[in-house]
Nanobody, 124 residues
């Protein structure tokens, strides 16, 4: 059964850190570009970061550059999102995404599979 299981969200004070994880199964994980998107309450889902198949290239939204780091371990079918210096505006449900269409999925139109999401809440 194909699935992406994202986890690691929680409540954190501004300035703190969280690490999200996403484990894929049921598909050739190592052949998919991976990404994280987020959706705040009342807003559209937006791109956060993407990583290519090998993990050698990443692409970040301007709002998270220098604070977030995405990585992957293909042997574990897992991607990670290390979030540092969190801000209240980072509060959102974070979704893991997999794409066979593009190496660096920035658009949700390029996403084949989605995780169910994990909630990150940052208090001021």
């Amino acid at each position: 059964q194909l699935q992406l299981v994202d986890s690691g969200g929680g409540l954190m004070q501004a300035g703190g850190s969280l690490r999200l994880s996403c484990v894929g199964s049921g598909f050739m994980f190592s052949r998919y570009g991976m990404g994280w998107f987020r959706q705040a309450s009342g807003k559209e889902r937006e791109f956060v970061v993407a990583i290519n198949i090998s993990g050698g290239r990443t692409d970040y939204a301007d709002s998270v550059k220098g604070r977030f780091t995405m990585s992957r371990e293909n042997e574990k079918n897992t991607v990670y999102l290390q979030m540092n210096s969190l801000k209240p505006e980072d509060t959102a449900v974070y979704y893991c995404a997999a794409s066979s269409i593009t190496d660096l999925p920035r658009s949700f139109y390029a996403v084949n599979y989605w995780g169910k999401g994990t909630l990150v809440t940052v208090s001021s």
